[in-house]
């Protein structure tokens, strides 16, 4: 697998953004505080000069982020029916990916796959296993995001429910290893869909972490 490296200028925008978030989350002396929307102010020109996003805009993505920074969770289902496995339309790029999202505040893990898989493709499914827990940055997702994000990978399987589009995708299909189409790889990539084939025909595997 050819990973894509993500600009160095980026991880030091997000660090720095941490660094901002948690100091200001934690201080009461105005001078602390000045110092530590001083560092936000910095993190917010790198991301501008490095993405050309507007000030603006990255001032108020940083400012929306409240208490210690910590990632962000992003849950995928992983769902087999006869060797295939399921794969969402995304409405945004027109490409494809495993149903799922970010989980939602007061959702346990499982709860949070479930919902997702109903909701964008109208199957209901029972979670049996988590396969892998990845950091994004080491995924080679494109586009990088300003935020870091951990993704975890259940394999679910249907216990009822229909195929169903959504608001957020045109439709829901099941396709073979040799034929998965064009991935929307913000979210999944070539590698991780062949990693779960390969968890799909070994069940005694252990999670994949990292």
């Known amino acids: 697998m050819t990973v894509v490296q993500e600009p160095v200028w980026l991880g030091w925008a997000r660090q720095l953004q941490a660094i901002a978030q948690n100091g200001l989350t934690y201080s009461h002396n105005p001078f602390d505080i000045e110092r530590f929307q001083s560092v936000r102010q910095v993190a917010s020109e790198m991301m501008e000069a490095g993405s050309g996003t507007a000030f603006e805009k990255i001032q108020a993505l940083f400012a929306e982020e409240t208490g210690y920074m910590t990632p962000k969770v992003d849950m995928r289902g992983v ?13 945004l790029d027109g490409k494809w990916t495993l149903p799922g999202g970010w989980a939602d505040i007061n959702e346990s893990p499982s709860i949070a796959v479930v919902r997702e898989i109903r909701e964008e493709t109208g199957y209901e499914t029972v979670p049996i296993k988590l396969l892998a827990v990845y950091d994004r940055v080491t995924q080679g997702h494109v586009p990088p995001l300003p935020y870091s994000a951990y993704k975890l990978f259940f394999r679910c399987e249907i216990i009822g429910g229909a195929p169903a589009e959504s608001i957020e995708t045109g439709g829901a299909a099941f396709f073979g290893e040799t034929d998965v189409p064009e991935l929307s790889q913000a979210r999944v990539t070539p590698a991780q869909i062949a990693r779960m084939f390969d968890h799909y025909r070994h069940l005694e595997w252990p999670t994949d972490f990292d």
């Open 79 to 91: 769902v087999f029916r006869d060797g295939k496995i399921l794969l969402v339309k995304e409405l």
